[in-house]
């Protein structure tokens, strides 16, 4: 990195006019690929690359520092930030382009030109309240910006921060605490630190703030020198510190809870040639259904309490108004009857009709002639035994643009497909938890993106959740990092939560993972398979369940209160000159 750092404004003159102005452009892709290098995922013995993000913002804050030194524009800040920013979404998730060319670019440029409404805040903030509550604001801008990200239509929550040390999880054990969101404070302050250590807080021209209190700066000034060990000293002690905590902590943790056998499934039926009718080379509802009940049954004994099957494993449209007396549910019935004690959890997509009456339809329910007012669901449906009534589970946090559509973007980006059908799918508020026979075994039905969500599946846990169960088909990313991402960060959830995951998907990876987010059992990419496990059925609530998300909210009231901050110093500022 010291070959690519460039030299401060006072030694800028040494450099030719064609050198300087390529610096940004340089430490924007140096900044990107260290982003990119950070991010999971890596094998295993490189897992530790995680590190890297606690650098990887140090070319972006002295980009930044540089252009403002040298006076450059608003407009060419955002430039040269965004440029970063879209590298890094493009290196990283990329394979989104697998499932449609037109929804892989969406997802790059939009989630970058997005990310940077906290960086430009940072810019601003910085300009006119002073560096030193500029750089504080930074990750409060980011982390309340992230907390956005999370909650709203166009949510796409891949790319926090806090995720990318999905692979190294032995360094956030604490996660449990904070939640993923700790992980992305961590990342800012060390990598603020490390910036400040390395190059100082230096000042282009006069803050408002600065003005206002007579003090200007001159353009690059450096604060006084500070001994080598005092400068350093803060970065060090910020990145070891949460390390040797989370050591200790998984060190002490033992596995909690009453044991259960589960057996979970993966089918590898192709979603773009054989999972549905559409495809040229379908296969059958009634044959999928045998491939699931044989892989079953090859792990199955006498002690399986339960079995799990992905998402949309049953695709074939189900009515829930007479769900009983479809030929497969009917067939599902009769193999429960010949294994009594094992219950079933499979994916389907599920409908629910409302009548001719929009009164008394849902805001996201479609209309046709013969049918009324209905609502398509991506469920999770659970059969007890051979005669209990099921209980439905409709996924809640849907994918935008492939499952909701925005009603004020409908228009935008109806056509944009991220895998799967394009529409609004019907969903839930609340978070359903499966109760089975087996008093402690109680399992969380999460499907497919659901389980990116850090405080989404806290909510399970909080009703009673003893397990979680993901179900997904990530197929439509073919072999890609995208489905490895996706498992890797299921095992930040088991840290947040402390609950042992069971993970059945389409095709991908299927496994457990145990509850300090080790892999205990994975499978291989586009095979059929089944895997048997033990698991724990942990009752006690982690602080982050208790709670809740503390950090979301909190920076987005900081963000605000900052924000206000900054109007009042440009008012005061506009007064003064007037």
Request: hydrophobic share 45%; proline share 5%; charged share 15%.
């Amino acid at each position: 990195m010291s070959e690519l750092s460039v030299a401060a404004p006072a030694e800028a003159a040494t450099l030719s006019s064609r050198q300087v102005a390529w610096q940004p452009a340089v430490l924007a892709l140096v900044g990107a690929v260290l982003l990119w290098l950070g991010w999971p995922v890596h094998p295993a013995p490189l897992a530790g690359l995680a590190a890297v993000l606690l650098v990887g913002w140090v070319p972006y804050l002295r980009m930044e520092q540089l252009l403002v030194a040298r006076g450059a524009s608003g407009w060419k800040v955002f430039r040269y930030t965004y440029l970063l920013l879209v590298l890094w979404n493009a290196f990283t998730t990329w394979w989104v382009s697998f499932s449609t060319l037109g929804g892989g670019i969406a997802a790059v440029v939009l989630n970058a030109l997005l990310m940077c409404i906290p960086t430009m805040a940072f810019y601003h903030t910085k300009r006119l309240a002073g560096p030193k509550l500029g750089y504080l604001s930074l990750p409060i801008y980011w982390i309340a910006f992230e907390q956005l990200h999370l909650h709203w239509d166009l949510t796409w929550p891949w790319l926090t921060l806090g995720n990318g040390f999905a692979q190294a999880n032995y360094w956030v054990q604490w996660y449990e605490y904070t939640g993923f969101l700790g992980g992305s404070l961590w990342i800012w302050v060390v990598n603020i630190l490390l910036f400040r250590a390395w190059f100082g807080f230096q000042y282009s021209a006069a803050s408002t703030a600065d003005r206002l209190n007579s003090a200007v700066n001159r353009p690059g000034e450096r604060s006084p020198a500070r001994p080598l060990a005092a400068r350093w000293l803060a970065p060090i002690v910020a990145v070891l510190l949460p390390i040797l905590v989370s050591y200790f902590i998984g060190a002490t943790y033992q596995e909690k809870g009453e044991t259960a056998e589960v057996v979970v499934v993966q089918p590898n039926v192709d979603p773009f040639l054989e999972k549905f009718s559409s495809n040229p080379n379908f296969i059958p509802y009634d044959a999928q259904v045998t491939r699931l009940l044989t892989l079953t049954e090859q792990q199955l004994t006498p002690q399986t309490k339960l079995v799990l099957w992905p998402e949309t494993a049953l695709e074939e449209a189900y009515f829930e108004q007479n769900f009983e007396s479809n030929p497969k549910v009917i067939r599902l019935r009769g193999w429960l009857r010949q294994h009594p004690g094992v219950e079933l959890i499979t994916g389907m997509t599920t409908i629910k009709m409302y009548g001719s009456s929009k009164e008394t339809a849902t805001p996201t329910a479609r209309f046709r002639d013969d049918l009324g007012y209905y609502d398509v669901f991506n469920s999770a449906v659970h059969f007890t035994n051979a005669t209990a009534p099921v209980t439905f589970y409709h996924k809640s946090r849907l994918v935008p643009g492939v499952e909701k559509v925005p009603v004020a973007l409908t228009k935008l980006i109806a056509n944009i497909d991220l895998g799967g059908t394009v529409g609004s799918y019907g969903s839930q508020e609340q978070r359903t938890v499966f109760n089975t026979a087996t008093p402690a075994l109680r399992l969380a039905p999460s499907i497919c993106y659901e389980s990116v969500y850090g405080d989404f599946m806290a909510e399970y846990v909080k009703n009673g959740a003893t397990l979680i169960g993901i179900i997904t088909n990530d197929g439509w990313w073919s072999d890609s990092p995208g489905h490895k991402q996706h498992f890797q960060y299921a095992t930040l959830r088991a840290i947040e939560t402390r609950r042992d995951i069971a993970r059945s998907a389409n095709t991908g990876i299927s496994g457990f993972i145990n509850q300090k987010g080790e892999v205990l059992e994975r499978t291989a990419w586009w095979v059929q398979a089944v895997s048997r496990h033990t698991v724990h059925l942990n009752q006690e609530l982690t602080f982050y369940v208790k709670h809740g998300d503390l950090l979301g909210p909190a920076t987005q009231v900081l963000a605000v209160l900052l924000l206000v901050l900054v109007l009042v110093l440009v008012r005061r500022f506009s007064k003064s000159v007037a």
